[in-house]
Structures are given as structure tokens and as C-alpha cells.
């Protein structure tokens, strides 16, 4: 059955998902600030919307991708916003990695006008039990997520109730290899946020175990190698520490430093709600923002091994 999926925000994780869905046959509406962004997915079949509402007039389930809980707010409240053209019976899937106390209010927005809500953050799928689908060959620079958006080898957080969980259920397996239904509305997004602080305090450990490593005049590459192998072994080491630093190659973009100071912000806030003074959190955090403010800010992840590297040289 050919579905009528609405994207908004097409970044690296969105516009994979566009192309994903594309890419089986349905029919996919898009909306993003930058023009040059819908013409280039226009290129390939998406209809560019003028605006979240257009979006929704188009479209059955709308797939909601943007970098901040603000972002989020103004394309669904805004003039011209989803809230204007959603219909009873539709569904919004919020997959931005934004806080969880914002999915309240959204949703006695969405339930008002007789529409269905959930969250489903994604990451990449490291579930090597399922059949990863092949990655596309298309030029570009893309980080894990990009490229797991395109293939649709995702791994989505679900929030919400059962039922309206089932109703997005068709879309979530269009775009991804599996979900995990963690709990009420807004549990999605707060393992999203702890997967998050997970990942990024690994990297900084990882980072500084290679400078170690690097200022022992040892091959980067061979004791990548060789943690692989070990009980030290991480999808970030084997992502982000053989590919970008252990190659020594740190690219602008994809998911930049300012990002992760973003998400260890909103998972900071999420354990202080709950009584849990975040140590560890807090220490990565407060690196992560002296990172940002270098001129490392707008680097990819994997630049944090730089940064430490010029701290441990002052």
C-alpha cells in the first residue's frame, strides 16, 4: 500500500529518511527552510511544501526531524504551522532529539484536532541479528545516521500509546530495521537523550585513550584493532574511533561538537528532574562546551580528540 508520508526538517537524518521512503515506492511531501534543500529533493520525487501546514494538508503521517525543542515548537504552533493542517485521523511521528517535557503540551494540540502523536528518536541499528539492508552509493558526505537513514537501517525510541503506536507502525517500518515501543509519550525521546550521553562521553573516553596511544608513538590503527577485539569494543570505537580518529581525519558538519553540547544539556536536565546529580554527564558536558567554543565547534564528533589534544598541549 503506497503511503503519503510528510517530512519536515530534511537534514542529514530527514532527508535520508525522504530518500528511504522514496526509494519504496510512496509518496512523500517535504518542508525545510532552505530552498536548495526541496529542490534537491524535489530532483528526486518529493513535493516541496510552502509551509508545515501545506505539509499536512498532503499527506496521513507527518515525520517531524529538527535539531531543537525551539525548532519544534515554531513549526508546529507558528503561523502557517502542522497544527493548522492536520485532519482527524493522522498521525505525527516527533523523531527530533529534543526534551521530553515538551510532548505535552503538542500533545493536547494534536489530540484536539482528532490527530494521533508519538515519539521515535532514531540512531543507527547495531542489531546484528537483522538483516542490515545495503547502503546507498550516492555521493556526499554522510556521518553513521545519514547513511542508516538512506538504507533505512534505523533503530527508532517509541513514546506513546499503544494504540497510536500501532497506527504509525506501517511508516516507522518503511524507515527503519526495527522500533522498540520503551513506554508512555516522551519515554522515546528520554532514552534518545541517555542513549546520547552514552555515546558522547564514550567518544571523549575514547579520544583521550588514542592520545595516550598517539604520544607513545603507537599506530592509531593497530590498537583500534586490537580494542575491537577486546571488551573495550563500542559501535563508537568502530564508527567514529577507526574511521575518523584513528584515520586522523576530522570534517566539518554531519553532526558538529555543538550538537552534543545540545543533547548533554537536555539529558542533564532530564536526570536533575529526577534527583540524580549527573556526574559524569556534567563532567563530558562542560568539556563538549569548552570544545564548542573553539574553533572546533562546527566539526564532526570525532573533533573532540582534537580539542583535547590542543588542551593537553597548553
Known sequence: MKLRIGVIGTGVIGGGMVRRALAEGHEVGVFDLRAEVLEELAAVGARPASSSADLAAHCDTVVISLPRAEDVEKACFAAAGLLEGLRPGMVVIDSSTTPPAGMEKLRQAVTARGAHLIDAPLCPSQNRELQFRPIPTRPGSFNAAGYASEAGNLCFFVGGDTADVALARPVLEVLGLEFHHV??????????????????????????????????????????????????????????????????????????????????????????????????????????????????????????????????ST
Open 183 to 312: 513506554g508512555p509519550l516522551g519515554s522515546g525521546k528520554l532514552v534518545k537523550l541517555l542513549h546520547n550521553a552514552i555515546n558522547i562521553t564514550a567518544l571523549a573516553a575514547i579520544s583521550e585513550a588514542m592520545l595516550v596511544a598517539k604520544r607513545n608513538d603507537l599506530d592509531l590503527r593497530v590498537v583500534t584493532e586490537a580494542l575491537m577485539t577486546s571488551l573495550a569494543d563500542s559501535a563508537m570505537l568502530r564508527q567514529q574511533g577507526r574511521k575518523f580518529i584513528a584515520e586522523q581525519h576530522f570534517p566539518k558538519g554531519l553532526f558538529p561538537l555543538h550538537f552534543s553540547v545540545k543533547d548533554l544539556g537536555y539529558a542533564l536536565d532530564c536526570a536533575r528532574a529526577v534527583g540524580v546529580v549527573p556526574s559524569v554527564t556534567g563532567a563530558t558536558h562542560a568539556l563538549y562546551t569548552r570544545a564548542a567554543a573553539s574553533p572546533y565547534g562546527d566539526y564532526y564528533n570525532p573533533a573532540i580528540f582534537r580539542f583535547i589534544e590542543d588542551e593537553a
